[in-house]
């Protein structure tokens, strides 16, 4: 079985920095994409950002040149640097993983999407 889990969340003022991480374990060959969703009270869960394993990345237009994703394929880690954190960016964020690749019971299974269980970051005006 394949499990994420996220660390990094928390309180931080607006202008302040954050870093979450999120690392996929159980036995697995490989996984497409990596990525952060987030979701507000009240309103629908919404990408953040994504990375694949060949290196393109994509962010949502409200935290281009605030955030930063990144992977570390190796450790089937993935980052996101929150800078200049804004009150709206409230919300808890998950993190999913794509196309997961995975050995099981001798061969090699296939996944479409793993969520991690999310973490809370909460920017104060």
């Known amino acids: 079985q394949v499990q994420l889990r996220e660390f990094g969340g928390g309180l931080v003022q607006a202008g302040g920095s954050l870093r979450l991480s999120c690392a996929a374990s159980?036995?697995?060959?490989?996984?497409?994409?990596m990525g952060w969703y987030r979701q507000a009270p009240g309103k629908q869960r919404e990408l953040v950002a994504i990375a694949f394993t060949g290196g393109s990345t994509t962010y949502t237009d409200s935290v281009k040149g605030r955030f930063t994703i990144s992977r570390d394929n190796a450790k089937n880690t993935v980052y996101l640097q929150m800078n200049s954190l804004k009150p709206e960016d409230t919300a808890v964020y998950y993190c999913?993983?794509?196309?997961?690749?995975?050995?099981?019971?001798?061969?090699?299974?296939?996944?479409?999407?793993?969520w991690g269980q999310g973490t809370q970051v909460t920017v104060s005006s």
């Open positions: 159980g036995t697995i060959f490989s996984i497409n994409a």
């Open positions: 999913k993983a794509d196309g997961v690749r995975y050995y099981s019971g001798g061969g090699l299974m296939t996944t479409i999407e793993h």
